[in-house]
């Protein structure tokens, strides 16, 4: 079984910067952090493939970065610039690959990030 661990969240002024951390139990093909407000649907920010090729949502370009650490098993997210329609529960999202194992995808259990204004 996967295991995800997100970390780093919490209560952020406008502004200001945010590094979210996810630590998997074993190596991933690929991984993502994606997040969801209240009311709204999950959306993904930032994903890093195997190749270790950043690909970030337009809506948040140019103020996210996402970074991998394969010896660490981790990824990392990092918010510039809160803004308060970054409050959401950030997930991450862990792929195990085309040729590994079922499932396939893992969720992590979500960091809530609040930006105050």
């Known amino acids: 079984q996967v295991q995800l661990v997100e970390s780093g969240g919490g209560l952020v002024q406008e502004g200001g910067s945010l590094k979210l951390s996810c630590v998997a139990s074993?190596?991933?093909?690929?991984m993502a952090w994606y997040r969801q407000a209240p009311g709204k649907e999950r959306e993904l920010v930032a994903r890093?493939?195997?190749?270790?090729?950043?690909d970030i949502a337009d809506p948040v370009k140019g103020r996210f970065t996402i970074s991998r650490d394969r010896a660490k098993k981790t990824v990392y997210l990092y918010i510039h610039l809160v803004k308060p329609e970054d409050s959401a529960v950030y997930y991450c999202?862990?792929?195990?690959?085309?040729?590994?194992?079922?499932?396939?995808?893992?969720w992590g259990p979500g960091t809530q990030v609040t930006v105050s204004s």
């Open positions: 074993e190596f991933m093909y690929g």
């Open positions: 890093m493939s195997d190749n270790n090729v950043p």
């Open positions: 999202n862990a792929d195990r690959g085309p040729c590994g194992p079922e499932p396939r995808y893992h």
